[in-house]
């Protein structure tokens, strides 16, 4: 597609559950970030991956988060034993450079992840 | 610590008029400065990128100045309009690439 791709769009689920959150960059961009956007809050930077280099997983908040990116496209975001404090908007953005650069970063639409 | 903050009260203004946001920003030496619109539901879309060595930015209705003297940059909309109701977020680099965002103003216009 055109734009930056998030599925699914809203995700309802249980205390202690896993969930996955895929995000399908721009076609031919080498950066992907996710970040996470709770209410009433700035966004929050979570993992950075460039082309074929380890990914910067600073902002991962606990070792309950995980991320990959396949193929140098897709992203997975993976949320191991779900916490309430977990329920946000999380936001997938790409862009075409990574370090330096004008690195104007490109979004979807987000996932909003409820945890009851 | 770095910080970055924007105005946290809603800025309400009567269609037509220019509407001015603020962007203040404490322990960052940026070489450049983005503006981001957030539409409810939706996730922000980039507006404008001013660097270091500019005052000022233009397009079209939208005008950003960057002065790195007084860590501030000011996002003005001209003749506004209700369609430009939103979220207007204010962005800088963190560390070469991900972005450190201040939490937003939300802008109302109203007819």
């Known amino acids: 597609g055109a734009g930056v791709s998030q599925s699914p769009s809203n995700k309802v689920t249980e205390k202690g559950k896993d969930v996955e959150l895929r995000c399908d960059p721009i076609?031919?961009?080498?950066?992907l970030y996710w970040y996470r956007q709770s209410l009433g809050q700035g966004l929050e930077f979570l993992i950075y991956?460039?082309?074929?280099?380890?990914?910067?997983k600073s902002g991962l908040p606990s070792d309950r988060f995980s991320a990959e990116r396949t193929g140098g496209s897709v992203s997975t975001l993976t949320i191991q034993r779900t916490q309430q404090e977990d329920s946000a908007v999380y936001l997938c953005?790409?862009?075409?450079?990574?370090?330096?650069?004008?690195?104007?970063?490109?979004f979807g639409a987000g996932t909003r992840l409820s945890v009851l | 610590s770095q910080k970055i903050e924007q105005n946290s009260e809603a800025l309400n203004i009567q269609e037509g008029k220019t509407a001015t946001l603020t962007c203040n920003y404490t322990?960052?030496?940026?070489?450049?400065l983005q503006w981001y619109r957030q539409d409810p539901g939706r996730g922000p879309v980039f507006l404008l990128l001013?660097?270091?060595?500019?005052k000022e930015k233009r397009k079209e209705r939208l005008k950003v100045t960057f002065d790195t003297t007084l860590k501030q940059s000011l996002f003005h909309i001209t003749a506004s309009q209700p369609a430009d109701s939103a979220t207007y977020l204010c962005?800088?680099?963190?560390?070469?690439?991900?972005?450190?965002f201040g939490k937003g103003t939300s802008l109302l216009v109203t007819p």
């Open positions: 953005a790409s862009s075409l450079a990574g370090t330096g650069g004008q690195n104007i970063q490109y």
């Open positions: 076609s031919g961009h080498t950066a």
């Open positions: 991956f460039q082309g074929n280099s380890a990914p910067d």
């Open positions: 322990n960052y030496s940026p070489a450049y």
């Open positions: 001013i660097r270091e060595n500019e």
């Open positions: 962005a800088l680099l963190a560390s070469g690439y991900a972005l450190n």
